[in-house]
């Protein structure tokens, strides 16, 4: 169960990075490519469900975590970006600086939860 754990951190690390990246472009005055943005942020939420549900079974079958911050970071993880991306609301697009600043973020919750773990 571990392994899958970390296997599923190591996904959410990739795919944090490539939410800063595909949110760099668009700080150079590109247009975002908000699809894209989209759908990797929908692809973090979802990948990081699958390990809060691994960590609850990993929690029942041999108890908690080493550090009770594991689950802030959890928290941490699975809320950055969505809060980055409607911080201006549904209609206008989102900021640039907000998705970077949050994939960085949900990085370093990642890395934590992995030291923590």
């Known amino acids: 169960m571990e392994t899958v754990h970390h296997v599923i951190a190591?996904?959410?690390?990739?795919?944090?990075?490539?939410?800063?990246?595909?949110?760099?472009?668009?700080?150079?005055?590109?247009?975002?490519?908000?699809?894209?943005?989209?759908?990797?942020?929908?692809?973090?939420?979802?990948?990081?469900?699958?390990?809060?549900v691994t960590g609850l079974l990993r929690f029942l079958a041999t108890g908690g975590p080493d550090d009770g911050l594991h689950v802030l970071y959890a928290v941490v993880a699975l809320g950055a970006l969505p809060i980055a991306r409607f911080w201006r609301g549904i209609g206008p697009p989102p900021s640039p600086v907000h998705l970077v600043i949050a994939a960085v973020v949900v990085l370093g919750a990642t890395v934590r939860l992995v030291q923590t773990g």
């Open 10 to 52: 190591a996904i959410v690390a990739g795919l944090a990075i490539l939410v800063g990246l595909l949110a760099a472009s668009g700080l150079r005055g590109r247009r975002l490519p908000l699809r894209w943005l989209d759908l990797a942020i929908l692809a973090i939420e979802v990948v990081v469900l699958v390990g809060v």
